[in-house]
Each structure stands twice: as C-alpha cells, then as structure tokens.
C-alpha cells in the first residue's frame, strides 16, 4: 500500500480534519509531550486528517525567535506514523504553509521531507500582492506537492479575492482541494461556483472552513446551470480550527451530515453548533480570544496544561470564560468529555 496515495484518497472522499493548537508549558516553550497527547487524542476520535503549522497552531512558530516551525510539524508527523503502524490506518497529514513564494516552496520542501501529503497554503498576510502573484505562488508551491488552497477570513489576516482568481485557481493541476473559509456567504458562493464549473470540478474537494456554518456547509448542494447544463457541488468535508475541541462528538456526527438528508435537528444543530464558536471563537471581540478560547476547552479536559500563547497578550476576553460555562450548560451533546476522560485513563 501506497500510504500517499491511501491519505490522498480520504482527502478526496472527504473528512473531519482538526487543525491542531500548539502545546506550550507554563514557560511559554515547546511541550513535546503534551502535543503528542494531543495528535494521539484527534487521532483516537478518529480524525480522518491531522493539520498542523496553520493558524489555530499560531503562525509565530515560524518567527527566528521562536523557531518552531520544523519542530512541530516533524513531531506531529511521527506521532501519526507511529498511530499508523500501530493500527494499519492511514491519516492524512497536512501541513501549513505561509509568506512569499519562496517561503512558501521552502516550508513546502520541508513538509514533504517530513511526509506531510498535502499543504494548506495561507494567503495571510500578503496583501500587497497582485492576485497574479498570488496565483504564480500557488503554482510554484504545487510543483512541489499537492496544495489546499484557502480563502481566509479578512479579520485574522485573509483578504477578498475575485471570481477570476478562484477560476485559476481550479485549473492548476496539482490542486487538490479547496478550504473555504471566508465566514461570508457571499465569498463562499464564488468559490463553490468556480470549482463546480472548473475543468477539475471532480477533482478538487472543497472543504469548509467556515466555523460560523459549518452543519449548513456540509448539508448543502449547489447547484449552477451554464450554457444549458447543470451540475452540482458539495462541500465533503471539514479543516476546522473549531473541530479541534469535541473532536469525537464531531467524529460520531460526521455521517449524519455527508448523508446530507436535511432534517428540523441537524439545523437545530447547525445554530446550536454556530453559538458554541462564537464563544470559542470570541466573535464577540473580532476573534481576538480564539485560540485561547480553544485552549480553554482543551485545558478544562485535561488534554493541556494552561492556555498559554507564544504572544504572552493573547488571552480570554472580557466575559469568554463565563460565555464557555454557558455553552457547555446549554449543549452538554456537543462535548466530548466522557470519551477524554477515557482516553486519559489510557495514556496516564
């Protein structure tokens, strides 16, 4: 068995893919253990892909003075292999990938040295490129392996592109999938349409990223009727900072929503699910509490010590602890405590 290939697959069909925080000590430095705790948890939920070195992992593990980048991704790879060898499953590895072309082919290179099969390419902070660089970069980075390509929220760092860009986008080869993560309805539409009515339609994967909608997402099928033929897209599957909390809730109602028959529950659940990442998220405050607000979740189950960012500023807002009590009176069926505890008891 080809394991490339096999993990190429299950990001093809579609599935829950948690993007991973990182795991620091009270020190604010590396805690090697507990990240591994961590994979091995997304792991036994039963991740279908593991994402590593985006946005919920902090992009400033990439800066010289913290210079993390290398040292997070290869341990997260190793603990996949080792679940791997262990219970002959293949999880797909994705890493993240940021900055210039030449950053992003280096980081690319170094992924792949690794054994990452695929790279989530941010279009953070690049706003004073041309959507033609940004499409060059795209292609310069899937010369050297399969890309994800992102549509970032502007609020933490993304920009808005045009229908055009995305058109492009779906035509380079070596793309094999789409993160959508706009948190706009409008700009998730134009991707949608842009991928259904591409050449490669079939063979690019959209996956949301929209963690403000993501039960919608997933249950819908849009439909696009051009030159007198009609054809049909779905998003199939999940990257989601927000699914790296309650990983085994989502895993178990996973098949519920690629089954994709709508029901008065699941929409219930899709704004139960919406309120719970406004909390996390910090919606309230433009995201600045996000990923302490998931380090708080995770910290509450025992799968981190503290929620601690490299940016020593980087805290709970004002009211997120109070909100996330709420959630957790509210929506008891979202959380995955029973099932953490468990797995603790396993690896203590």
Known sequence: MDRH?????????????????????????????QQRLLTRY??????????????????????????LFETVIQTVSDEISKFEAETGKVVAKICGVCGKADQAVREA???KGFG??????????????????????????????PVIGFYLQPSVG???????YWEQICEIPNVIAIKCAPFNRYLTHDVV??????????????YTGNDDNIVCDLLTEYKFTKNGKTVTKRFSGGLLGHWCVWTKAVVD??????????TPELMTLAAEITDANAVVFDAAHNFAGCIPGIHEILRRQGLL???????PDEVLSPGQAEEIDRIYEMYPHLSDDAFVAEFLKRHN
């Open 305 to 311: 010590k503290g929620i601690w960012c490299l940016n």
């Open 109 to 111: 290179n170094i992924a």
């Open 116 to 145: 990452y099969d695929a790279v989530l390419l941010s279009p953070g902070g690049l706003k004073d490129l041309s959507e033609a660089d940004m499409i060059e970069r795209t292609k310069a980075v899937s010369a050297v392996m």
């Open 5 to 33: 290939i096999e993990a190429l697959k299950i990001l093809a069909k579609g599935t829950v893919i948690p993007a991973t925080p990182l795991a620091l000590d009270e020190n604010r430095q590396f805690d090697e253990a």
């Open 193 to 206: 349409r842009a991928c259904a009515l591409s050449s490669r339609a079939d063979e690019i994967t959209l």
């Open 42 to 67: 997304y792991l036994e939920a039963g991740s279908g892909g593991i994402a590593t070195a985006v946005h919920s992992t902090q992009f400033e593990i990439r800066d010289p003075e913290v210079n």
């Open 158 to 164: 993304g920009r808005v592109f045009s229908y055009s």
């Open 253 to 262: 109602m996973f098949p519920k929503l690629q089954n994709q028959t709508v």
